[in-house]
């Protein structure tokens, strides 16, 4: 199908979009906290999978690059808008635990957890939402920031240390 798509085949492509489409959104709705953010950001990469459609090569999984286009995108639009997030109490297990989000007082603690998360360093942002948000491997999460393994294990200890530091203070 990535293949037919990049040889120009426009139902193939729309087929993949439509596949990928909520994958990519749900990544950019972690980054920006935001319903019409992440909307802005999911379309915005969908038109960049679209453009560079015909320079995938298949030497890798279509989803990995799909991802990495809207991994880049996500960034971008982040930094290019720089907003300061405040810092809202919530319980750190939650993050490991997933922020079930069942019950409203749930929701309010993940809502409350991911912009904590999103006000992190960049680095260390990054590397929570893919590895906890996204469910990436520390491989795969690496291969998209485009660092280490060891490296990403890093940034995560070092993301569990300030938001514990950040949550035992209130």
């Known amino acids: ?33 935001a319903r019409a953010e992440a909307q802005d950001i999911a379309q915005d990469a969908m038109v960049k999978i679209a453009t560079a459609m015909n320079g995938f090569r298949n030497d890798c999984a279509f989803t990995s690059w799909v991802y990495r286009i809207a991994y880049t995108t996500a960034v971008d639009h982040i930094r290019a808008r720089r907003r300061v997030v405040a ?54 999460a690496a291969a998209l920031m485009g660092c280490s393994e060891k490296t990403v294990s890093w940034h995560l200890h070092e993301a569990r240390k300030r938001l514990r530091i950040i949550l035992e203070a209130v």
């Open 1 to 33: 199908m990535a293949r037919r798509a990049a040889a120009g085949d426009r139902a193939a492509f729309a087929t993949l979009a439509e596949r990928h489409y909520d994958r990519v959104y749900a990544l950019a709705w972690r980054w920006s906290g």
């Open 87 to 140: 810092l809202e109490p919530a319980r750190i297990s939650a993050l490991a635990d997933g922020a079930d989000n069942e019950t409203p007082e749930n929701d309010m603690i993940g809502q409350e957890l991911w912009r904590a998360v999103r006000a992190l360093p960049d680095q260390q942002r990054d590397a929570v939402l893919l590895v906890y948000a996204q469910d990436l491997s520390h491989g795969e």
